[in-house]
Nanobody
């Protein structure tokens, strides 16, 4: 059974940084395109960043140049390094496959506020 566990969120001031982790079990990340999504209060869940099975990365316009998605195949974990955070980045962050194949995890809350 596939399980995705997100962690690393928290409260940070504008301009700060956080690193999110997504530990995956039951799926080989080596062969699975993965993505980070986020959902702000009252809004739909949006795609933030993707990483293909080849390691190619793509980003939403709103985070390009500030966020970096990566993976550690040995640890079967996907990361999202978030720099220069803005209040509008406040949301619950989730990971899933690029096609949203798996059951959603609990997500990790990111709050950017002074």
């Amino acid at each position: 059974q596939v399980q995705l566990v997100e962690s690393g969120g928290g409260l940070v001031q504008p301009g700060g940084s956080l690193r999110l982790s997504c530990a995956a079990s039951g799926i080989p990340l080596r062969w699975t395109p993965m993505a980070w999504y986020r959902q702000a209060p009252g809004k739909e869940r949006d795609l933030v960043a993707q990483i293909s099975s080849y390691g190619t990365t793509t980003y939403a316009d709103s985070v390009r140049g500030r966020f970096t998605i990566s993976r550690d195949i040995g640890k079967n974990t996907v990361y999202l390094q978030m720099n220069s955070l803005k209040p509008e980045d406040t949301a619950v962050y989730y990971c899933n496959s690029a096609s949203q194949t798996f059951k959603w995890g609990q997500g990790t809350q990111v709050t950017v506020s002074s």
